[in-house]
């Protein structure tokens, strides 16, 4: 099963995408989570995407590409894969194509989760963490028991960077002029599947699976 996961910041694609490619067996490859990583770790590739990032903007295509290419050469993606987070832009969508043609690949399916921009900002401006054991709260939808600290150990939550009302709303912006093409991309290759990204995790999971078979053998 080879998946793209494509929807805004704040879809709920990471967590639908861990949940079924652990069903499925197969990676999850999260870009935000690779580069988040690469960013900690100060690598040569972190401290490049670090300026793009904090600003909520797109990390150049050619980054990025790198990175997937290198992931998708690992063993464990030979089965198959769940992409969340990637791609973003057409450039990387054609690189993609070019990957998968040179493993001799192909794409079964790209998932839309539609969530409307309200909502989008309610989850992702109510996100904290912990600094300290990287505990994770929504003031909304996951409150600690006290107001900004941390049940697990007492530390004083914080707000993401990236979270902030302006720069959310800046990613969402830049997300919706720079992705919004993909699904044409993929609406006129016939593998574009829209599902609802509101409403209960398990029923809006049930819809990605019903999509996703749709298209097996
Ligand atoms: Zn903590």
Redesign the pocket.
């Known amino acids: 099963m080879r998946l793209v996961f494509l929807g805004p910041p704040g879809a709920g694609k990471g967590t639908q995408a861990r949940e079924l490619a652990r069903e499925w067996g197969v990676p999850q490859i999260a870009t935000g989570d690779m580069l988040r990583e690469a960013v900690a770790a100060d690598t040569p590739l972190g401290r490049q995407a670090r300026g793009y990032m904090e600003r909520g903007a797109l990390v150049p295509d050619d980054v990025i590409i790198g990175l997937i290419a290198e992931r998708l050469a690992q063993p464990d993606a030979k089965r198959g894969f769940v992409l969340d987070g990637f791609p973003r832009t057409i450039p990387q969508a054609e690189a993609l194509a070019r990957l998968l043609e040179e493993l001799g690949q192909q794409l079964d399916r790209a998932i839309f989760f539609e969530v409307s921009e309200p909502e989008l900002l309610r989850r992702l401006t109510g996100r904290r963490s912990?600094p300290?054991?990287?505990?994770t709260y929504h003031v909304e939808g996951a409150p600690p028991r006290r107001a900004g600290v941390?049940?697990?150990?007492?530390?004083a939550l914080t707000q993401r960077e990236d979270d902030r009302e302006v720069t959310v709303r800046t990613r969402l912006g830049v997300y919706t002029e720079q992705t919004a093409p993909l699904l044409d991309y993929y609406r006129r290759r016939g593998l574009l599947a829209r599902v609802a990204g509101e409403g209960a995790i398990e029923s809006i999971r049930g819809s990605i699976r019903q999509a996703v078979e749709a298209v097996r053998p």
């Open positions: 912990c300290t054991c990287q505990a941390c049940d697990r150990c007492g530390s």
